[in-house]
């Protein structure tokens, strides 16, 4: 499969975030790059496995897996969920799957997740050299905000309105 193959979203799912994809993601999460990226933090298993154990209980986030056909290729979700907004987060643990028109989807879905929640706004942190996610997110709504980001100020801190009927994610 050519690494630019478009992936149709016929082809895309979402799923739980179960203890198989826990696993793959504890090595994604990891990987320097993807790590940059999403400005995660390195983990051990131990604290990882704590963590997934405080899901169940958690209602201020949303954790779910992406896979095409039977492979997980990565992970998103909302977090600080509150009765009116959250912050979006999602990454291609896979990299086979960078650049194949998948993040379309995914803000798709996010949308889908928010409706759901009744929320009226997602936001998302990113670095402004991240093309690829920035293309992204505009072409999907978002729009940068003045609000400087708490944890890094590298990053910067985009917003989408969501609305009842918003079913098409693209502006
Ligand atoms: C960010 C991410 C979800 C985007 O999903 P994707 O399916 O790879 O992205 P797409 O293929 O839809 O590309 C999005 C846009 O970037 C463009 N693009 C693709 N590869 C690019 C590259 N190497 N450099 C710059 N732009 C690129 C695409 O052409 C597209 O723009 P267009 O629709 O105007 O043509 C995914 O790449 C990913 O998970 N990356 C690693 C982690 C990450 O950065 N997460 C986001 C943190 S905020």
Known sequence: MSALE?????????DKFD???????????????IRTLIDGQHVDKAEQLRWFSTLGQRTDVLIRS?????????????K?????????WGYLGNKDYWGRQIGLWMIAEAV????????RRIYLR???????A?????KTGFHFVKT??????????????IMANDQNVHE
């Open 112 to 119: 889908r997740l928010a409706q759901e929640r009744g929320l």
């Open 66 to 78: 992406i896979w095409h056909g039977n492979v997980a290729i990565g992970v998103m979700g909302l």
């Open 6 to 14: 478009v992936v149709p979203a016929d082809q895309l799912r979402i």
């Open 134 to 138: 920035v293309r992204l997110y505009r």
């Open 80 to 88: 600080h969920i509150t009765s009116d907004d959250a912050e979006y």
């Open 148 to 161: 400087e980001d708490k944890l890094d100020p590298r990053f910067l801190v985009m917003e989408r309105k």
């Open 126 to 132: 990113v670095l402004p050299d991240n093309e690829r």
């Open 19 to 33: 203890e198989h994809v826990l696993d793959l993601s504890f090595y994604w999460v990891n990987d320097p790059e």
